[in-house]
């Protein structure tokens, strides 16, 4: 069994404070909340179209880094 990452959970806290909980976060969402450009967002994490990704993928992707 894989273990999580060890800011894993602080992350994703973080992510939801943010967002409200919300759970399915937009390129505007994950730019503004990386700090990072629209397009890097796309590129980085695989984000096309109104598709999104959701707020624990997000804090996975962060907290592999």
């Known amino acids: 069994m894989a273990r999580e990452n060890q800011t894993f959970r602080l992350e994703l806290e973080q992510i939801n404070a943010r967002f409200g909980g919300k759970s399915l976060l937009t390129v505007t969402d994950v730019s503004r909340y990386t700090g990072r450009s629209r397009e890097w967002v796309r590129k980085r994490y695989g984000i096309s179209g ?6 624990v993928e997000l804090a996975q992707a962060i907290s592999a880094r």
């Open 50 to 55: 109104k598709k999104g990704m959701t707020a």
